[in-house]
């Protein structure tokens, strides 16, 4: 499958310093010629100009002007088209980014990704004005790299505009409740429920839990099933949704504080550093020390 994967850069394109974990994109006047496929990004578009469609997971959709859509990691769109007076803004934003959001709040990658059933919504002229201006803000912030604490602050402002965001999301996207089945019982929602206290769990677990019957257990559903509701509602593995937090868990204890190898591998319940050491090299692809020199207290290296 062909990705994408990063980010442009060049003209009309912010971010900060040198660093992919969050660019901001205007101008943004096509589209992928077939396929779009990324495994680290989830992207917000505004259209600001035209018509575009496109097929996101098997499903067609319609973008206008303002439109907000947004496009969630390992997602798949494809069937691009759209007319010649076509053009957007785009945030493209990493996993390790979405910690901003969490900072002074309880709000999690949780509230994200119960969005990707109902991907897109309309801006009324309030909301499309309060993105402009976001956006404009965060453009200004991330070209003027002289402000001292320009990164904090730049990360605070993208905070701060994504829980605007999640908030117009709530209010404007609707739950699509299907008629209630055999005995009353709606089975869509339920399992959505399902699948939204999982990862609640998973959530709270803080990185702590990894096994898929523990979950299970706690929800009074075998792990099949549990298996078998997390592909229908979200075409994810309950391994994948823990290994995710797992790793986030483990990337904000070695950015954000100071506790040692081994106080990490023994908070979140490895057997020993090694195994922890060889876990996490795994996914990341370096040591958890190369991991924190590289990103020592959430800055990237210049």
């Known amino acids: 499958m062909e990705s994408y994967g990063k980010p442009r850069s060049g003209s009309d394109t912010y971010r900060i310093g040198d660093s992919d974990d969050l660019v901001l994109m205007e101008?943004?006047?096509?589209?992928?010629?077939?396929?779009?496929?990324t495994d680290d990004y989830g992207i917000l578009i505004l259209c600001t100009e035209g018509i575009a469609q496109l097929e996101y997971d098997g499903v067609e959709v319609r973008?206008?002007?303002?439109?907000?859509?947004?496009?969630?990691?390992?997602?798949?769109?494809?069937?691009?088209?759209?007319?010649?007076?076509?053009?957007?803004?785009t945030i493209w934003f990493s996993r390790s980014s979405l910690w901003d959001i969490n900072r002074f709040s309880n709000v999690t990658i949780n509230d994200i990704s119960t969005y990707k059933l109902q991907p897109k919504v309309h801006l009324d002229a309030v909301d499309y004005e309060l993105f402009e201006t976001y956006f404009k803000l965060l453009s200004e912030r991330m070209n003027d790299q002289s402000?001292?604490?320009?990164?904090?602050?730049?990360r605070s402002l993208w905070g701060t505009m994504l829980l605007e965001l999640l908030s117009i999301y709530r209010s404007n996207v609707k739950v699509t409740v299907e008629s209630p089945g055999e005995g009353g019982v709606n089975t869509t929602l339920h399992k959505k429920r399902l699948v939204d206290?999982?990862?609640?769990?998973?959530?709270?677990?803080d990185g702590r839990i990894?096994?898929?019957?523990?979950?299970?257990?706690?929800?009074?559903?075998t792990p099949k099933y549990l298996s078998m509701i997390l592909k229908e509602v979200m075409n994810r593995r309950p391994s994948h949704i823990i290994q995710h937090f797992t790793m986030k868990a483990i990337e904000h204890r070695l950015r954000f504080t100071d506790m040692t190898?081994?106080?990490?591998?023994?908070d979140l319940n490895f057997p020993n550093p090694s195994f922890?050491?060889?876990?996490?090299?795994?996914?990341?692809?370096?040591t958890p020390m190369e991991y924190r020199v590289k990103y020592h207290k959430g800055e990237l290296e210049k």
Do not use: W
């Open 276 to 286: 922890f050491g060889k876990y996490f090299k795994n996914h990341m692809g370096m």
């Open 63 to 89: 973008l206008e002007k303002n439109d907000l859509f947004l496009y969630m990691v390992k997602s798949v769109a494809t069937k691009f088209l759209c007319s010649p007076d076509f053009n957007c803004k």
């Open 147 to 154: 402000r001292l604490l320009y990164e904090d602050i730049t």
């Open 261 to 266: 190898i081994q106080e990490i591998a023994n």
């Open 210 to 221: 990894r096994k898929v019957d523990y979950f299970a257990s706690q929800l009074n559903i």
């Open 197 to 205: 206290t999982f990862i609640d769990m998973v959530v709270r677990s």
């Open 27 to 37: 101008n943004v006047g096509i589209l992928p010629p077939k396929l779009f496929y």
